[in-house]
């Protein structure tokens, strides 16, 4: 009989989960062992995806309440010696950390986006001033939305600018290398653009959860994140626009363009958009005010539905899988740390022998590497905590450095289709090959690891953010 890939997967995925129980390793605790057990095992499903991402993250939730938690039964629980058990309500509230209603947040903005097509007719407005050069409107493409996925899921962004940017790839010959830059554009831009807000892509709800987690508190304002990672996006996004106008050259000059814009002004649209004014305004005025930005983020949940902007149906489609797996990943870091397997795992490696820099760069080249051959999501998911844990036992480095640089570290990995969904939209297309996607992916990929990792420190010091 033939077994399939995801037979195979969830094979090893259990082999994995039991193989530290049936092996004793040194200065690992009991309870560590099974967290080990548990981390590995999620490793294997979110590599191998032989079960939904989601799916996986409620599993993890799901045996730390059945094997390390206090309301666990008493057989499943001895051996484990003078371990201080976890309550069930502790892990439980992964589901609702306050980063996760952030994204909730986040998630009422950009379908309210969509539904009123926001984002298209902002999208034909600030295409204007960049004229009908193809350069130029390469460059007002990405910028859109790049500025889009600030707010939107990377992949939603790369939806709706796809139907944008089609018919533009239209008025170049076949034959036109510039029709794959368009194409790479969108999910170049969109995956640069989920940089610059804590919001724009599930890697910093992820990070951010963790970090609130160790450090009981929220460390980074919204305007904060924004301050420290906008600048670089800016960068990257130039740098981008620059290489993908190097590699696909075009000898067309001029375009044509549907420059017109058909703004919804009915009730519920109006609302919105006064919503997603305030909120976005609020979010970026909280040293001023004071209100969390986790806090702000329920704002629009709860003006959208108690005015009936967003129906019953609205509500079903929101993209729900998500805010599982970012509590999935709150709560494996949650059980990496109360269970002391993040401190086994820095004892393993001489990191308190390198220097910040070193650190730095290999945490965040450790996520651009993983992050190309699986999901962002999950590549943060299996390092963020690890890293939180390693930055604890070396001074030299804080925790927020080493958290933020993994999940930026994984956004910039793009060289695949299956490195992120922006990236599978556009190969879709047939527009795309892979092997220009992996070019401009990898060259990308190299060139701003090297600048965050090099200036990236410094700046968020210089900031006072560090």
């Given at each position: 009989m033939?077994?399939?890939?995801?037979?195979?997967?969830?094979?090893?995925?259990?082999?994995?989960?039991?193989v530290?129980?049936?092996?004793?390793?040194?200065?690992?605790?009991?309870?560590?062992?099974?967290?080990?057990?548990?981390?590995?095992?999620?490793?294997?499903?979110?590599i191998?995806?032989?079960?939904p991402m989601?799916?996986?993250?409620?599993?993890?939730?799901?045996l730390?309440?059945?094997?390390?938690?206090?309301?666990?039964?008493?057989f499943?629980?001895?051996?484990?010696?003078?371990?201080?058990?976890?309550?069930?309500?502790?892990?439980?509230?992964?589901?609702?950390?306050?980063?996760?209603?952030?994204?909730?947040?986040g998630?009422?903005?950009?379908?309210g986006?969509?539904?009123?097509?926001?984002?298209?007719?902002?999208?034909r407005?600030?295409?204007?001033?960049?004229?009908?050069?193809?350069?130029?409107?390469?460059?007002?493409?990405m910028?859109?939305?790049?500025?889009?996925?600030?707010?939107?899921?990377?992949?939603?962004?790369?939806?709706?600018?796809?139907?944008?940017?089609?018919?533009?790839?239209?008025?170049?010959?076949?034959?036109?290398?510039?029709?794959?830059?368009?194409?790479?554009?969108?999910?170049?831009?969109?995956?640069?653009?989920?940089?610059?807000?804590?919001?724009?892509?599930?890697?910093?709800a992820?990070?951010l959860?963790?970090?609130?987690?160790?450090?009981?508190k929220?460390?980074?304002?919204?305007?904060?994140?924004?301050?420290?990672?906008?600048p670089?996006?800016?960068?990257?996004?130039?740098?981008a626009?620059?290489?993908?106008?190097?590699?696909?050259?075009?000898?067309?000059?001029?375009?044509?363009?549907?420059?017109?814009?058909?703004f919804?002004?009915?009730?519920?649209?109006?609302?919105?958009?006064?919503?997603?004014?305030?909120?976005?305004?609020?979010?970026m005025?909280?040293?001023?005010?004071?209100?969390?930005?986790?806090?702000?983020?329920?704002?629009?949940?709860?003006i959208?539905?108690?005015?009936?902007?967003?129906s019953?149906?609205?509500?079903?489609?929101?993209?729900?899988?998500?805010?599982?797996?970012?509590?999935?990943?709150?709560?494996?870091?949650?059980?990496?740390?109360?269970?002391?397997?993040?401190e086994?795992?820095?004892?393993?490696?001489p990191?308190?022998?390198?220097?910040?820099?070193?650190?730095?760069?290999?945490?965040?080249?450790?996520?651009?590497?993983?992050g190309?051959?699986?999901?962002?999501s999950?590549?943060?998911?299996?390092?963020?905590?690890?890293?939180?844990?390693?930055?604890?036992?070396i001074?030299?480095?804080?925790?927020?450095?080493?958290?933020?640089?993994?999940?930026?570290g994984?956004?910039?990995?793009?060289?695949?289709?299956?490195?992120?969904?922006?990236?599978?939209?556009?190969?879709?297309t047939?527009?795309?090959?892979?092997?220009?996607?992996?070019?401009?992916?990898?060259?990308?990929?190299?060139?701003?690891?090297?600048?965050?990792?090099?200036?990236?420190?410094?700046?968020?010091?210089?900031?006072?953010?560090?």
């Open positions: 033939k077994l399939n890939p995801r037979t195979i997967g969830i094979f090893l995925a259990a082999l994995a989960f039991l530290p129980w049936f092996f004793q390793i040194e200065g690992l605790t009991p309870a560590g062992h099974r967290m080990l057990g548990i981390f590995l095992m999620a490793i294997i499903l979110w191998s995806e032989a079960v989601h799916a996986t993250a409620s599993l993890i939730i799901f730390m309440v059945m094997l390390l938690g206090k309301e666990a039964p008493s499943a629980v001895a051996g484990l010696g003078d371990f201080k058990l976890l309550a069930a309500k502790e892990v439980f509230a992964t589901l609702a950390d306050p980063v996760i209603i952030l994204f909730l947040g998630f009422f903005l950009a379908d986006a969509t539904k009123f097509q926001l984002d298209k007719s902002l999208s407005v600030v295409l204007k001033p960049f004229g009908v050069r193809p350069r130029m409107v390469l460059m007002g493409m910028l859109i939305t790049a500025v889009f996925s600030m707010f939107m899921s990377n992949t939603a962004t790369t939806a709706t600018m796809m139907a944008v940017v089609l018919p533009v790839i239209a008025q170049f010959g076949a034959g036109d290398r510039m029709r794959a830059a368009f194409a790479l554009a969108i999910p170049v831009a969109a995956n640069i653009g989920g940089i610059g807000t804590p919001i724009g892509t599930p890697p910093n992820i990070a959860g963790a970090l609130s987690a160790s450090l009981g929220s460390p980074i304002t919204f305007m904060q994140w924004m301050m420290g990672a906008v670089f996006m800016l960068v990257f996004l130039a740098f626009w620059g290489l993908l106008v190097w590699l696909f050259p075009t000898k067309q000059k001029e375009m044509r363009l549907e420059m017109t814009a058909k919804d002004l009915s009730r519920d649209a109006v609302i919105f958009y006064l919503t997603f004014a305030v909120t976005v305004l609020l979010w005025t909280e040293s001023l005010h004071g209100v969390s930005s986790n806090v702000v983020g329920f704002l629009p949940v709860v959208l539905l108690c005015t009936k902007v967003f019953v149906k609205d509500l079903q489609s929101l993209d729900w899988h998500v805010l599982w797996l970012v509590a999935g990943g709150i709560a494996l870091g949650l059980g990496i740390q109360k269970t002391q397997m993040g086994w795992f820095v004892q393993l490696f990191w308190s022998e390198m220097s910040p820099f070193l650190l730095v760069a290999v945490l965040t080249g450790a996520a651009l590497t993983v190309t051959f699986i999901s962002h999950a590549t943060t998911n299996l390092l963020v905590p690890l890293a939180i844990t390693m930055a604890k036992g001074p030299t480095l804080s925790q927020v450095e080493a958290a933020v640089f993994v999940a930026i994984s956004s910039l990995a793009m060289s695949l289709p299956i490195s992120t969904p922006p990236n599978a939209i556009a190969f879709a047939g527009e795309v090959k892979t092997r220009d996607m992996a070019i401009v992916g990898s060259i990308f990929g190299i060139v701003s690891w090297v600048l965050f990792v090099t200036f990236g420190p410094w700046f968020w010091r210089l900031l006072g953010i560090l």
